[in-house]
């Protein structure tokens, strides 16, 4: 079972490749919005990355309340 | 006229297959300009009927099929007239749309919406009023409109709940979220799964297959199949427009065409 820090390392993996940011650039406190300058589509488009990746369903309301990787990996992890 | 290039849309008819090409920037949103334009294919659909075996809807934006309805020119129209006006104007918008759709629905042709990224609310409404969606692992589904204060006005329950049957539909409906390609190919709303940016060579695929089959008996297979929901449909426009008079509703679509932040497409 993965620990909550492997969870979030993970996620932070994949927003830097697919956003194409140095993954050095990122830390579980950033606000992901402004962090990787995106807007609501493109957090759908992590969305679907997200789920293909640790094989789950998060509902887009999970979003609700979330800004930082820490929290979003939160919410991912309680599917796992 | 066998092609056509328009403000929202464009078509072209080539080998019994007709292509439809949506391209409404940001994302397809369905306003009065496709409308007329989509009035125009589905009137093309008929006339060249006996030409046409598959039809392929597809959209060549980036962020996906369609985001539905143009909310934007939909709370603008609202603020230029009153109450009762305000009213008979959505009415008038959605009989127009149930015309299109119920076209594309009960053509004689087999319909193919391949889809990708962004398919919510009017647009997933259009894909469902295609025999058979073909969605990229990108593609996700949602009828956002509970946000709003409304239900889907083009169609979408009346035709969800004929495709899957009412467990989906409450859940796609009352909570608001998306689903993504996996799983509506799992509950059976999506038929192939293509790779990102594959689903129109996917859906050309399957065209050249179903072009095979003699399209009278395609035609016959397909009606015999696939009932079009008209009572429901007529009740779903009702209960919108009953719906649309709320003062929620105003406070919803402002809402929304006032946000600058970057959760509009989230609930």
Same mark, same amino acid.
């Given at each position: 079972?993965?620990?909550?820090?492997?969870?979030?390392?993970?996620?932070?993996?994949?927003?830097?490749?697919?956003?194409?940011?140095?993954?050095?650039?990122?830390?579980?406190?950033?606000?992901?919005?402004?962090?990787?300058?995106?807007?609501?589509?493109?957090?759908?488009?992590?969305?679907?990355?997200?789920?293909?990746?640790?094989?789950?369903?998060?509902?887009?309301?999970?979003?609700?309340?979330?800004?930082?990787?820490?929290?979003?990996?939160?919410?991912?992890?309680?599917?796992? | 006229?066998?092609?056509?290039?328009?403000?929202?849309?464009?078509?072209?008819?080539?080998?019994?297959?007709?292509?439809?090409?949506?391209?409404?920037?940001?994302?397809?949103?369905?306003?009065?300009?496709?409308?007329?334009?989509?009035?125009?294919?589905?009137?093309?659909?008929?006339?060249?009927?006996?030409?046409?075996?598959?039809?392929?809807?597809?959209?060549?934006?980036?962020?996906?099929?369609?985001?539905?309805?143009?909310?934007?020119?939909?709370?603008?129209?609202?603020?230029?007239?009153?109450?009762?006006?305000?009213?008979?104007?959505?009415?008038?918008?959605?009989?127009?749309?149930?015309?299109?759709?119920?076209?594309?629905?009960?053509?004689?042709?087999?319909?193919?919406?391949?889809?990708? /990224?962004?398919?919510? #609310?009017? =647009?997933?409404?259009?894909? $469902?009023?295609? %025999? +058979?969606?073909? @969605?990229?692992?990108?593609?996700?589904?949602?009828?956002?409109?509970?946000?709003? /204060?409304?239900?889907? #006005?083009? =169609?979408?329950?009346?035709? $969800?709940?004929? %495709? +899957?049957?009412? @467990?989906?539909?409450?859940?796609?409906?009352?909570?608001?979220?998306?689903?993504?390609?996996?799983?509506?190919?799992?509950?059976?709303?999506?038929?192939?799964?293509?790779?990102?940016?594959? @689903?129109?060579?996917?859906?050309?695929?399957?065209?050249?297959?179903?072009?095979?089959?003699?399209?009278?008996?395609?035609?016959?297979?397909?009606?015999?199949?696939?009932?079009?929901?008209?009572?429901?449909?007529?009740?779903?426009?009702?209960?919108?427009?009953?719906?649309?008079?709320?003062?929620?509703?105003?406070?919803?679509?402002?809402?929304?065409?006032?946000?600058?932040?970057?959760?509009?497409?989230?609930?």
């Amino acid at each position: 079972m993965k620990t909550i820090e492997q969870t979030t390392s993970e996620i932070l993996n994949l927003a830097a490749t697919y956003f194409h940011i140095p993954r050095e650039q990122l830390s579980p406190e950033d606000d992901f919005f402004t962090k990787l300058g995106i807007n609501s589509l493109q957090a759908l488009e992590l969305l679907t990355r997200l789920e293909q990746h640790f094989q789950i369903e998060l509902p887009d309301y999970e979003f609700q309340g979330v800004s930082d990787f820490r929290t979003l990996a939160e919410r991912v992890h309680s599917r796992l | 006229m066998k092609s056509f290039k328009g403000q929202t849309l464009s078509w072209e008819l080539t080998g019994g297959v007709i292509e439809l090409a949506l391209h409404r920037e940001p994302c397809n949103e369905i306003g009065s300009a496709t409308l007329e334009e989509l009035e125009g294919f589905a009137a093309a659909l008929e006339s060249l009927a006996g030409e046409v075996s598959v039809a392929i809807l597809y959209s060549t934006l980036k962020p996906g099929f369609s985001a539905g309805a143009d909310l934007r020119e939909l709370y603008r129209r609202s603020q230029q007239v009153s109450g009762s006006e305000r009213v008979a104007g959505v009415r008038s918008f959605l009989e127009r749309i149930h015309r299109v759709f119920n076209t594309i629905d009960g053509s004689a042709a087999t319909t193919i919406a391949a889809v990708h /990224g962004i398919t919510f #609310g009017g =647009g997933f409404e259009l894909a $469902l009023a295609c %025999d +058979l969606i073909i @969605a990229d692992k990108s593609a996700r589904f949602c009828f956002p409109e509970l946000r709003l /204060g409304l239900i889907p #006005g083009f =169609g979408g329950i009346p035709r $969800l709940k004929r %495709d +899957l049957g009412n @467990a989906v539909v409450r859940d796609l409906l009352l909570t608001g979220r998306s689903m993504n390609a996996a799983k509506a190919q799992a509950v059976g709303l999506v038929s192939q799964i293509a790779g990102e940016g594959q @689903a129109l060579t996917v859906a050309r695929s399957t065209a050249a297959q179903i072009k095979k089959f003699d399209r009278i008996t395609s035609a016959t297979a397909k009606r015999f199949i696939k009932p079009i929901p008209h009572e429901e449909l007529r009740l779903e426009i009702e209960i919108f427009c009953d719906l649309f008079s709320r003062p929620a509703v105003e406070a919803g679509l402002r809402k929304f065409v006032e946000s600058s932040g970057p959760m509009p497409y989230l609930p």
